[in-house]
DNA sequence: ATATGTATTCCAATATAATGGAATTAATAC
DNA sequence: GTATTAATTCCATTATATTGGAATACATAT
C-alpha cells in the first residue's frame, strides 16, 4: 500500500524472469502487434539474450505465438483462455452486460465499463450507442487516470497521499501539454466521492462529455465504473436523465455484486 | 514438432518460476475457483515454499487476485487485458461473432466456434440456441480431443505419428469409461479431412448430436471449427440443411483470414 | 487448558537462470 | 562482388531464485 524504497532501482541488478516475462507481455499489449525478440529486447530495454531466451520459453508455453515467418511473435491464445476464466469467476463483467445494453439502447448514446489497470485508467467493456455518431476508445487500452472522468471514482477510496504516490506524475499532464494542478484533481476526487457521480466535457476531444457513475463492492471501495460518452449538446439537453439512468444502473450493478455467480453446467460440445 | 527426450523427466531437477507460474494460473483455470497458496502447492505438486514465493510475485504483479479475506486468490484481471489484446490481434475470433450468430438464428441450435488449447479441445466463443431446450459447455474447459467432433478436424493436418503423439494416451479413455481404438480414431480424422466436415452422435450424452466444420488458415491447417449442437432428433430432421450451412459458413470464415484487420482509433474514454 | 493437524513464514544451501559479450548469421547498402 | 549494419545464437560467469526443512502461527478438537 505504501511507497517502494526509492533504493529499489538499484543499478546493475539482475531481473527476475517471471518479471521480464510480464513486461514482454505488456509490451505486446501496449504495442499492438507483433514483434521480433529483437524489438522486444530494446522495447523493454533488457537484454537480447535474456529477451530470446524468455520469449522461447513463452512460446513453448502458448503464451506467445508466432505470426510470420519473420520470427515476430504476439500474444497467445493461452492468455485468452486464462482471461476467459478470470472473466467466468468475476461477477462484475458478467452482470453488467445488460446494464451497458440498457444504458446503451435508452440514451442511445455509448456506455462502458471502466476499470484501474494498474495505475492506469482502462475500458473493460464498451457498447456503442444506437446513434450515427458513434464515440468509441479501444478496450484494454492503458490511460493516464486524470484524463478521465471515472478516474475520480476509480481512486477515491483512497487517501489524498496515497493517490498522489498512485498516480505518475506525468499523468497530470493533459494531452494538449497543460499540466493539472494535483490540488484540484484531489477537490474533484472528493467531489465526485461525496456526489457518487462526476462529469466533465471530455479533456481528450473538444466535442464528447462524459458522465461516470461508481460501481461499489463491499460498500465503499469503487472497483468500476458505467460511463456514458455523449456528443456536448446531447449531454447539456439530456443531463439530468443521463445522470439518474447512469446512477441508477450503477447502484444495481454494485447490489448485485458479491451474491453468489450461477453458473451452468457442462452438458455437451461439438 | 518431435518427442521430447525421455530423460527430460529427470528426478530432483529444479523447475524455472516461469514454468511454475503458469502451472499455478492453469491449475486455477481448471479449478474454476479461488485457492489458498497451499492448495496450490499440493494441486500442482509443488514445494510450498516455492508456491508461496510464486504466488506473491504473481498477486504483485496482479496476474494473481486476492479474492477474499482468507488468503484465497484467483487469476487476475491483468489476464483479462492480456486475452483482450490477443483478441483484437486474431482476427479469427472477430470476425465469428457474426456467423455465429447467423448459426444459432437459422437453426435455432447452440453454435460454437472450437478450437485446440495445447492438446486439448476447448470452446472459444459460443452462441446459445433459441429454442427452448438449450445446450452449452463451458467456455475454454479444457476437453480432450478424441471426446469431440471438432476434435477430428483440427489435429488432420499432422500425420498419423504426431496425432498419437499429440493427443495424451489417457484421452482415448471416453466419458463411459470404454477406450477408443487410435486406429479408428486416425481413420475418422483421415475421413473428416477429405469431407470437410464431421458429424457424431455425442459421446459426452445420448441425446445430442454434434456438426463440425472446418476454419482454414492458410488453406491447409485447420485453426478452428465452428459447430452445432443439437438435439439428435432435429439433428436427424434437418440434418443435410445443417451440414451445409455449417460449411457454407466455416468456409466464409476461411476466406475472411488472412485480410488485414480494420481497426477503429482511439477517439473518447469516459 | 493441551494436543493435533494444517497453513504459513523463515532461512541457508546450491543448482541454475539472467546476463554481458563474443561469434555467427542475415539483411542491406555500396 | 565487398562493406556495413542489424538480428540472432552461443557460452562462461555469478548473482540469485528455487528448494528442503525447520520454525512459527493458526485452527480445531479434546
Not at 539474450?49 to 513453448?60: D, M, R
Not at 462484475?92 to 445494453?101: D, N, P, Q, S, V
Not at 464528447?208 to 460498500?219: E, I, K, L, R
Amino acid at each position: 500500500m505504501s511507497a517502494e524504497p526509492v533504493s529499489d532501482i538499484a543499478i546493475n541488478r539482475r531481473m527476475r524472469g517471471l518479471d521480464r516475462a510480464f513486461e514482454i507481455l505488456d509490451f505486446l499489449r501496449q504495442r499492438r502487434k507483433p514483434a521480433r525478440p529483437n524489438e522486444i529486447a530494446i522495447g523493454i530495454d533488457a537484454p537480447k539474450s535474456t529477451a530470446y531466451e524468455l520469449v522461447n520459453l513463452l512460446l513453448k508455453l502458448g503464451v506467445l505465438e508466432h505470426t510470420d515467418e519473420d520470427g515476430r511473435v504476439f500474444l497467445g491464445r493461452k492468455l485468452y483462455f486464462l482471461g476467459l476464466a478470470w472473466q467466468t469467476q468475476f461477477d462484475l463483467t458478467r452482470e453488467c452486460k445488460a446494464h451497458l445494453a440498457y444504458l446503451a439502447e435508452t440514451t442511445r448514446e455509448t456506455a462502458q465499463l471502466c476499470m484501474l489497470d494498474g495505475c492506469k485508467y482502462t475500458v473493460a467493456m464498451l457498447k456503442e450507442g444506437a446513434r450515427p455518431f458513434r464515440i468509441s476508445s479501444d478496450v484494454g487500452e492503458a490511460i493516464p487516470i486524470p484524463w478521465t472522468a471515472s478516474g475520480r471514482l476509480l481512486v477515491s477510496h483512497m487517501s489524498d497521499a496515497e493517490i498522489l504516490s498512485f498516480v505518475p506524475k506525468a499523468d497530470f499532464i493533459l494531452p494538449d501539454g497543460s499540466t493539472l494542478d494535483s490540488q484540484e484533481f484531489l477537490a474533484q476526487v472528493r467531489a465526485a466521492r461525496a456526489d457518487g457521480f462526476f462529469s466533465f466535457d471530455s479533456i481528450a476531444d473538444n466535442f464528447t462529455h462524459c458522465f461516470s457513475a461508481p460501481v461499489y463492492q463491499d460498500a465503499d471501495v469503487c472497483v468500476a465504473t458505467l460511463c456514458l460518452v455523449a456528443p456536448r449538446d446531447d449531454a447539456a439537453k439530456n443531463y439530468e436523465n443521463y445522470r439518474n439512468t447512469l446512477i441508477q444502473e450503477a447502484r444495481e450493478l454494485s447490489s448485485k455484486l458479491g451474491e453468489t455467480p450461477v453458473r451452468f453446467s457442462t452438458v455437451a460440445y461439438g
